[in-house]
T-cell receptor, first 114, second 112 residues
Framework: DAGVIQSPRHEVTEMGQEVTLRCKPI?????LFWYRQTMMRGLELLIY????????DSGMPEDRFSAKMPNASFSTLKIQPSEPRDSAVYFC???FGTGGETQYFGPGTRLTVL | GDSVTQMEGPVTLSEEAFLTINCTYT??????LFWYVQYPGEGLQLLLK?????DKGSNKGFEATYRKETTSFHLEKGSVQVSDSAVYFC???????????FGQGTELSVKP
């Protein structure tokens, strides 16, 4: 299996620009998670989907962030407009089941907002 | 609310030394517990897990026991190698929800 695939691996953009991060979960997995990692806040869950439906988006920082999962094999996390404080590594993870299962992480997207 | 607390790093050890990384948790229910490892420049990988009290997870010489009475899940390895240098995360999740709650991570550096 290819594992969780994320693109791009690195993104450098200027403040105010729109950023779209992409994730392809492991085939057959029905839960998908977006995490953000920073030195200050560590790893924090932004949003997760079960069977393509958003279940918990309480971690989404503000309205500038949005996430979609149009089908079982693709999800996007969009930031519009981006700000320097959004600079972080964004991880996507997937799992199979309804909870408590092992989550498999992608390699992450390192976002730098200038 | 639920939370995970790990010992602060960085932890620096010589090769073949004994490793302990402490992890304690606060939970309202009966979570599953995990240790994930993150090598430089990579995503997180599951190292081991335990789903109920007194379970012992083990992998690659690492082990941790789910201790409900002390709400702990300490990670141990008898003899570390340079290749074990990484950041280790303790985490919990519930069977009825998918959310992983992570500790702050502990950086381990093993010197030859």
């Amino acid at each position: 299996d290819a594992g969780v695939i994320q693109s791009p691996r690195h993104e450098v953009t200027e403040m105010g620009q729109e950023v779209t991060l992409r994730c392809k979960p492991i085939s057959g997995h029905n839960s998908l998670f977006w995490y953000r990692q920073t030195m200050m806040r560590g790893l924090e869950l932004l949003i997760y989907f079960n069977n393509n439906v958003p279940i918990d988006d309480s971690g989404m920082p503000e309205d500038r962030f949005s996430a979609k999962m149009p089908n079982a094999s693709f999800s996007t996390l969009k930031i519009q407009p981006s700000e320097p404080r959004d600079s972080a590594v964004y991880f996507c993870a997937s799992s199979f089941g309804t909870g408590g299962e092992t989550q498999y992480f992608g390699p992450g997207t390192r976002l730098t907002v200038l | 609310g639920d939370s995970v607390t790990q010992m602060e790093g960085p932890v620096t050890l010589s090769e073949e030394a004994f490793l302990t990384i402490n992890c304690t948790y606060t939970a309202t229910g009966y979570p599953s517990l995990f240790w994930y490892v993150q090598y430089p420049g990579e995503g997180l990988q599951l190292l081991l897990k335990a789903t109920k009290a007194d379970d012992k997870g083990s992998n690659k010489g690492f082990e941790a026991t789910y201790r409900k009475e002390t709400t702990s899940f300490h990670l141990e390895k008898g003899s570390v190698q340079v290749s074990d240098s990484a950041v280790y995360f303790c985490a919990l999740t519930y069977n009825q929800g998918g959310k992983l709650i992570f500790g702050q991570g502990t950086e381990l550096s093993v010197k030859p």
